[in-house]
Each structure stands twice: as C-alpha cells, then as structure tokens.
C-alpha cells in the first residue's frame, strides 16, 4: 500500500521541518539527558519513556510499511526509492530486541514484567541512539534536499552520545 509520488513536495517539506525534526531532536536531546542522568526515579522514568517512544517513532518511519494514505515514511522523501532501499541497512537485532522490549514493557500492560530481571531493565539508549543516528545521517545524505526541510540538517551537529 505503499503510497510514494503522491506526496506533495511542499508537504514533505513542511512535515519535515516540524514532526520530522521534533521526533529525531528529542531523541537526541532525551538519550544525552538519559546519559547525564537524575536523582529523581519519576523524571528518570518520564526520560525513559520519552527515549523509547521517539525510537520507536523513528524507527517505524525508517523501517515499518506504510498502512495509510496519511503515514509519513522516509521512501517518500527520496527522488531514487530502489537505491535508498538499497543503502538503508536491514532491521537489525538491536532494533527488534528494542522492538520486543518495547511492547512487553513499556506499551502494553503485561505480567511479563513481574519477570524483568534488574539487568534487562537497561535499555542501552547511547548505543541505539548512536545506531539510529547514522541512519538519518544515511537518510539525509539520499533524500531528495528539495522535500526535505533546511533545517533538519542542523541535526547532524547535534550533539552525539557516547
């Protein structure tokens, strides 16, 4: 259902430099807020949450099929769909574990979590981040400049975790 041409050029423009940028700067922002830590177990949480609810976002605008007219997907920002399926790197374990994470413990109410050990509570958000990162980077290195709003650009400066 894949809907790719019929996207205005003006509206790609306009997500982009909104949505687009919001979702990926708060990721950025909450994975270096996340690395510097709190004291505070509901702002921590709050953070947390944030973390994988702007990973996810990301994540299915890279990776998930569209499902409707409405659903923004970075293939509509390319002018060479073929060759950007080509460079975006396959779902990889890290993002399925995350994926998987995600939905026992944090988007669904299950029992599961009676069964979280301490250690599978880290969500090692500096290497996701590092890892979705370069995959905008990617993103904006083969979209099309004139869909894509000038200043999502400035992401590549943001600053990075470690």
């Known amino acids: 259902m894949e809907i790719i041409d019929s996207v ?17 700067s708060m ?9 510097r830590g709190t004291t505070h177990l509901h702002i921590y949480n709050a953070m947390l949450e944030s973390f994988v609810i702007h990973a996810s976002v990301i994540i299915d605008f890279f990776y998930k099929p569209q499902s409707g007219p409405e659903d923004a997907k970075a293939v509509h920002f390319m002018s060479d769909v073929k060759e950007w399926r080509a460079v975006l790197p396959p779902i990889d374990k890290d993002f ?17 979590r009676l069964n979280v050990r301490p250690e599978d ?14 995959i905008v980077d990617l993103f ?12 999502l650009y400035e992401l590549r400066s943001a600053p990075a975790a470690r």
């Open 8 to 24: 205005p050029k003006e509206k790609l423009v306009a997500f982009s430099g909104e949505h687009l940028y919001y979702e990926i």
């Open 27 to 35: 990721l950025y922002g909450v994975s270096q807020s996340l690395i």
């Open 96 to 112: 399925r574990d995350f994926q998987k994470k995600r939905n026992r413990h944090v988007v669904h109410l299950s029992y599961d």
């Open 121 to 134: 509570k880290k969500w090692g958000s500096p290497k996701l981040t590092r890892k979705i990162r370069r």
């Open 140 to 151: 904006l290195e083969y979209a099309d400049p004139d869909r894509v709003h000038p200043r």
